[in-house]
């Protein structure tokens, strides 16, 4: 049934998006990539371009579109873009569990129009369908960390400064000495922290994180060495101090740089010596704890103005570790991207959206000042932009990544009733195949049963 299903599912597409040849590709169960649906490609030719076409959008986890081979830096000069007059190429890799399970790859010769966001967009529509088909059809898992467990990975990338930082991760995980953490804000310092401890020898205790700047000065002692009942108006009952919760576990102090002197010093005291007194107690408590601590500041100049005590700042610094900013990683922009749509996906329990070319062009040259949260936040809002949509557009980001308003200008009516067209012709196939069996249909393609309730409403479909 599946099997059939997909092959409609392409039928219908090449029906909508005419191209001179057209490729489907699959992975095949002992790895790399297999014909399913060919039509003027030998994709065993070796010197074929659409090769490195399909290879590249594998690889980005993103739809790569050609309008002119004449003019790309990449193609133009390609023997077999010369041999077979080919003028422009679209594909779509096509996703099974949160990972590149095949691609769609089709061109043109310069007889015919150039391929164009419209026909990317219907494309990404109809990939919904198809990515569900797919996965259930690999019968993958979905992608997961490197722990295996079925979460995401807590960091992603793979510029070859965020991996000195993961080197240098991996080599304290075990050792109970105390990490320093610097970078501007938003590089994932706490995210750091999490996975030295996450994979480190005390990963059986608790990690327990404190903002010094979040916790006004007169309540943050109480907060971090607890209290007795008694030890102050309010106090009704004894209280565990968050760094003697953190007994046998690490203890992350966030934005370290605006404690404040006295609490610098009775944090001296904790370092040194291992104990830690509640206040209104006069008994002391051994406490054993992994510190890992992070500030923005820059802490050296800090301790040159007498503003943070230098004797604090080396017991914290032994070991050091910078984290670059987003703007220097920039091999690391389309792994996060794909990070951060795949985990809203899920959060949101929608297809994963692809991102048009132009709209990742101009995330690409965005300096992201507030570094990866900046990013994680703008791939959030853009998926609440795109609603529906399956393939974010220029116009769905933010004005500070997209000031001029940039839109595509397709005529968005002869879109519309295209991938209208296209859906509704698809779930009169699916409903037939299924035997008019709305529940096995809804399962067969992919759905909820009220979203294909709400499809049939849309485009007046009804079961006899």
Known sequence: ??????SKVLELILEEVPAGRSLVLLSGEAGGLRARLSRGIDWE???DVCRDIVGRAIDAGQPLLIRDFGVHPLFRGHPSVRAKGLASALCLPLLAGGRAGGAFYMDRTAAEPPFNVGDLELLAAAAVFLNHILASTLRYAPAVGGNGNGRMPLLVGQDACFLRVMALVDRVKDSGAPVFISGESGTGKELVARTIHETGSRRSGKFVAVNCGAIPDNLLESELFGYARGAFTGAARDKVGL?????GGTFFLDEIGDLTFPLQAKLLRVLEDGEIRRLGETRTRTVDVRWV???HKDLDKEVREARFREDLYYR???IPIELPPLRERTDDLLPLINHFAERYAREMRRPRPYFSPGALEMLFHYPWPGNVRELQNEVQRSFVMAGENNLIREEFLSPKINP???AYS????RLTTARSEFEKRF???ALARCGYRRTRTATEIGITRQGLFKLMKKHEIETH
Not at 243 to 247: K, Q, T
Not at 410 to 413: A, G
């Open 293 to 295: 601590s992070a500030t």
């Open 316 to 318: 914290l610094k032994i």
């Open 410 to 413: 397709e005529d968005s009516r």
């Open 243 to 247: 760094i003697e919760e953190a007994d």
């Open 1 to 6: 049934m599946k099997d059939s299903l997909f």
């Open 404 to 406: 001029r308003k940039e």
């Open 45 to 47: 030719a070796d010197h």
């Open 427 to 429: 779930l009169r196939e």
